[in-house]
T-cell receptor
Framework: DTGVSQDPRHKITKRGQNVTFRCDPI?????LYWYRQTLGQGPEFLTY????????KSRLLSDRFSAERPKGSFSTLEIQRTEQGDSAMYLC???????????????FGPGTRLTVL | RKEVEQDPGPFNVPEGATVAFNCTYS??????FFWYRQDCRKEPKLLMS???SGNEDGRFTAQLNRASQYISLLIRDSKLSDSATYLC???????????FGTGTRLTIIP
């Protein structure tokens, strides 16, 4: 399967613990995005990378959240001191951006479902 | 006003019927528009891009109305497999992030 993969698929943790999620994008894609989705809502943008550079962060991304893409390939999203409000589906997407052309189809991974008890 | 607004539904439609959804957006400078489909507990997948001239893909037709700032999705001859949540997506102008509506839930009834 050459699509976007995410690990783990499910994570249950206790409030206050740290968690880390991994995303492996489609291999030739240079852009990688993180979104969060709660029940009954559409995905909300968190942050995105072009290669290894983090180009934008949402205000939703509090200082407890950090994302990295050290080699421009896979990415990790870490949440420190988790809170019950962090419970959500965390989705990763990737796209191939060429030059200054407009529009980019983002391909989503299956997501990591986080439950904070 | 929310950046992207959709009627959450649910829409319960008999098989074979035609169903249409609208989505309004607030940023008049937006240039790209998409419809994504999301099945229960699955990831969103691109269904259609929406062009200024409108576009059609089989039973699906997407339209853009810039003057009124809305996009629409029409599904003809609906199938049971069309049951899903349809997400309207309007990226802000010049921005890479996708801004999603809450989604419209559609159930096709046999």
């Amino acid at each position: 399967d050459t699509g976007v993969s995410q690990d783990p698929r499910h994570k249950i943790t206790k409030r206050g613990q740290n968690v880390t999620f991994r995303c492996d994008p489609i291999s030739e894609h240079n852009r990688l995005y993180w979104y969060r989705q709660t029940l009954g809502q559409g995905p909300e943008f968190l942050t995105y990378f072009q290669n290894e550079a983090q180009l934008e962060k949402s205000r939703l991304l509090s200082d407890r959240f950090s994302a990295e893409r050290p080699k421009g390939s896979f990415s990790t999203l870490e949440i420190q001191r988790t809170e019950q409000g962090d419970s959500a589906m965390y989705l990763c997407a990737s796209s191939l951006r060429r030059g200054s052309g407009g529009g980019n189809e983002q391909f989503f991974g299956p997501g990591t479902r986080l439950t904070v008890l | 006003r929310k950046e992207v607004e959709q009627d959450p539904g649910p829409f319960n439609v008999p098989e074979g019927a035609t169903v249409a959804f609208n989505c309004t957006y607030s940023n008049s400078a937006s240039q790209s528009f998409f419809w994504y489909r999301q099945d229960c507990r699955k990831e969103p997948k691109l269904l259609m891009s929406v062009y200024s001239s409108g576009n059609e893909d089989g039973r699906f037709t997407a339209q853009l109305n810039r003057a009124s700032q809305y996009i629409s999705l029409l599904i003809r001859d609906s199938k049971l497999s069309d049951s899903a949540t349809y997400l309207c997506v309007v990226p802000p102008s010049g921005n890479e992030k996708l801004t999603f509506g809450t989604g419209t839930r559609l159930t096709i009834i046999p």
